[in-house]
């Protein structure tokens, strides 16, 4: 038996599924860490969705709903403003599950006057909403972007996400975020080894993306799996400073090298 790894991240879009299919060895996997008593959660950068999205998703999917366990960037954000800005007054540019997920969690979100401005990946992005954010940028307040990634993989092909939209509001107003949360921020991984009580050290992230998921490898110290059932082809891997520990066809193929 291969050494097992203390617990596992992974990554959704384009590991586990690709637009509402699974991918092959998901569910099995899923099984066999619960054997194994490893234990997993589920990482995913994209905060267009708020969890219950992703638990719906999941479940749907074919998930046993104890198994849909999910940390978002969005987690990852309000953990970051209660630490460093508790209290304070939140501009957020985000989708409206996004917002539910902020107010649930008591992040106090407002449309004037705020001391931080926060900016999701927003697919009910408005001109408006863009104007305000970059409106308070030029007053020099705290600027804060959820994760980093310029496109969101999809069945039709790579559509604009946050990173996209720094792009378009670094044109306008010369800045970029002071922080970038989300993978490969260490700080998300830190976070779950400390839930889980076991050393960074000891987790295995796996994923499809190299500048996200495997990029965690050098920015948190994590091992890392890359699967090529996403968005990276071999080809790419070569040319990467971002290099995995493992590099699997799909889950099914990681599956049988952990379990045999
Ligand atoms: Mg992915």
Redesign the pocket.
Known sequence: MSNLPTAIIL?????FFLGDALLPGALELLDWLNEQRIQFTFL?NNTSRGKQDYMRMLTGLGVRKENARIYTAGDATVSYLKSNYPGRRVLLVGTQSLRSNFLEEGINLVNEEPDVLVLGYDTELTYQKLVDFCFYLRQGLPYIATHPDLNC?SPIGPMPDIGSFMALIQTSTGRTPEVVLGKPNAGIVQELARNWGVQVSDLLMV???LY??IALGQTAGVQTALVLS??THLSNLHNSQFKPDFVFENLADLLQFFSS
């Open positions: 990554d959704m879009d384009g590991t995913t993989p994923g499809d993306r996200t998921d996403g968005e």
